[in-house]
T-cell receptor, first 111, second 117 residues
């Protein structure tokens, strides 16, 4: 069975600073993908970043980057230059066909 | 990105009645659709996976006779909550993918808040 664990229920960061959200996973699949999704108060799920497990290079999307440690089954998200609009619930997810989500981390941005 | 439209956004129904939620992919063909349930301040729990033209695959613990899923076309999947009870009140989210695996992005609908009174 797949599991995804986010050990930080809440995080806060000062505007313009950098914050890292943690995620660990466990899977028996050999070929899988990892995702970070953002869920703002509207509850619309928004893809932040995606990582193919077979790629060693860490994915980056503008201010968002990941630290993918395959052996450790770790997939953390780094948000640089935090902005007020980054405030949301962040979910880590893992899977090939279907996705399993972590418990989520609520990120607060302090002005 | 592609658009997935979920309807209705919210619905209130009486206990014992059935409610149908629609999920449409507007600008791509959704080979696979997923239905999730999300309780307040909790994560998304996968209920079932459906591939167009075949029966849905339900996750363990999800009552298939209560949560009827139909994926009759490549752009539409429906979730019907039959004989709804207050404990079925929740936020339901659909997701659609154009391919079979995670190499194609899954897009999410805006969700449906169901309240059973």
């Amino acid at each position: 069975a797949q599991t995804v664990t986010q050990s930080q229920p809440e995080m806060s960061v000062q505007e313009a600073e950098t914050v890292t959200l943690s995620c660990t996973y466990d899977t028996s699949e050999s070929d899988y993908y990892l995702f970070w999704y953002k869920q703002p108060p509207s509850r619309q799920m928004i893809l932040v970043i995606r990582q193919e497990a077979y790629k060693q290079q860490n994915a980056t999307e503008n201010r968002f980057s990941v630290n993918f440690q395959k052996a450790a089954k770790s997939f953390s998200l780094k948000i640089s230059d935090s902005q007020l609009g980054d405030a949301a619930m962040y979910f880590c997810a893992s899977g090939a066909q279907k996705l399993v989500f972590g418990q989520g981390t609520r990120l607060t941005i302090n002005p | 990105g592609a658009v997935v439209s979920q309807h209705p956004s919210w619905v209130i129904c009486k206990s014992g009645t059935s409610v149908k939620i629609e999920c449409r992919s507007l600008d791509f063909q959704a080979t696979t659709m997923f239905w999730y349930r999300q309780f307040p301040k909790q994560s998304l729990m996968l209920m079932a996976t459906s591939n167009e033209g075949s029966k849905a695959t339900y996750e363990q613990g999800v009552e298939k006779d209560k949560f009827l899923i139909n994926h009759a076309s490549l752009t539409l999947s429906t979730l019907t909550v039959t004989s709804a009870h207050p404990e079925d009140s929740s936020f339901y989210i659909c997701s659609a993918r154009g391919g079979l695996t995670g190499n194609t992005e899954a897009f999410f609908g805006q969700g449906t808040r169901l309240t059973v009174v």
